[in-house]
Structure formats: C-alpha cells, structure tokens
C-alpha cells in the first residue's frame, strides 16, 4: 500500500487542530494516552532535574509541553511540528504557561536545521511512526541524539508492533477490539485504515536496539499496552 506523503500527513493535522487541544479526549484511540503523558514527561524530569531547555517533535497542539512545564516551570520551549494552525495553537497554550523562551519552527524534524548539543530534553509523543525504512529511522534518531546535551533525554510515546508476527496479530486484534467498544465496527475500521494508510510504526525492540546503537548510554522501558509503548533513552 502506498502510503500517506508528508503533505496528506501534514493536511490532516492542520484540520485537527481542536481534538488534540484537550489533554483528556484528544486521544481517544491510543490506550493509555493520559499514562504515557504523565510517565515520559515526569521520567524526564526525573533524569534530568535542572533542565532549562526542551524539544517536542510533532509538538501537535502542545500537550506534551504543558505537561513537561507542569513538571519543571518556566524551561525554553522549542516547538516542532508541520502543521501551522497545529503550532499557533501549540505557542499560544506554551507561551501562557512559561516564562522561558518559545520558538516555533514548522516543518519536518528531519530537515529543521537545530543546535547540536543544545537540548536537556527531548519529546517525541505520537510522531516517529511517520518514519518510514530502515534509513529513515536510524538517521532521525541519530540527528535527535545529536540535539541532546550530554546527560539530557529522549522520550517516546507511540504506535508500535511487535516483532513475532503471531504475537502481532494478537495485539492488533485486542486493539480493534478496545476500539470497536469505544466507537463500534465502522470506527474500528475508520481509525485501522487510517493506520495503514499513514503510519510504519515499528517494534519498542527496534527502537531501543537503534538508540543503543547509535550511543544512548541508558534506554529504559516506562510502559507498553498492547501495540501502545512509552520508553526513551539517556544520552
């Protein structure tokens, strides 16, 4: 299946914006949403306690930020993401809640040009299973690596599989499942189309084996329900 391009992926968000304005629905189909917030960013502060400046990548309309800013106040907040009304959303919300520094950049985190070195943490929520071969994974992760101070962290919450296929299947069909009990069959099938159409999620296996590869010191498993996982690395 040919799958969605950057513009079509871009095009849906910039339509979305009010859904992934709120914290507690936006995320209806992905289990654990609220949990996989509250472990990855308070992980973070955890790893990294005086942290003055952050990264979110595919920031969306923000809520990762908010809740990392709950966590430790007032940090420099720069905002990636390729939809403008998603970012505008996303600098309005930030911008009330910090007295640091907020910088917008649109665009793709594989192109956006960014200070090495420069970030105490690094956010990821619901954003890398855009990426697509093997390429494209390693040198994402190897430029995100490169952005982080030394000692600084990389959080992840996504869309994953499994490595065994069997075991695969299973997972995906206790997904539709849930879905099919929060919205019925032709939402089940709605939001599983729109996965295959959009989405290469790949394994937390994948993930962590890559981060370790590329230099993270520490990767560390934070959660994992079914083909939803929260994890990261330290570098």
């Not at 599983?192 to 370790?212: A, C, F, G, T, V």
């Amino acid at each position: 299946m040919i799958k969605s391009t950057i513009a079509e992926i871009k095009e849906r968000f910039d339509n979305d914006v009010e859904r992934f304005s709120n914290l507690e629905t936006g995320q209806v189909a992905t289990i654990d949403a609220t949990i996989s917030l509250e472990l990855i960013t308070e992980a973070s502060k955890r790893i990294v306690p005086n942290a003055k400046k952050v990264l979110d990548v595919g920031c969306g309309a923000g809520n990762y930020t908010l809740m990392m800013l709950s966590k430790i106040p007032n940090l420099n907040c720069t905002l990636v993401d390729l939809s403008l009304p998603m970012l505008n959303r996303a600098f309005e919300r930030v911008s009330a809640e910090t007295n640091g520094k907020v910088e917008t950049k649109q665009g793709d985190i594989r192109e956006i040009d960014l200070e090495e070195n420069s970030f105490d943490i690094i956010l990821a929520g619901a954003v890398l299973h855009h990426l697509r071969d093997d390429e494209d994974w390693e040198t994402t992760f190897t430029k995100l690596f490169k952005l982080l101070k030394p000692g600084g962290c990389l959080m992840i919450s996504d869309l994953i599989t499994q490595d065994t296929e069997l075991l695969n299947e299973y997972t995906w069909q206790r997904y539709g499942e849930y879905l099919e009990g929060i919205g019925g069959a032709e939402y089940r099938q709605k939001v599983l189309d729109y996965i295959e159409k959009e989405d290469s999620p790949r394994s937390m296996n994948y993930q962590l084996d890559l981060m370790k590869k590329i230099g993270f010191s520490k990767v560390e498993i934070l959660h994992k329900n079914m083909c939803f996982g929260a994890f990261g690395g330290i570098k």
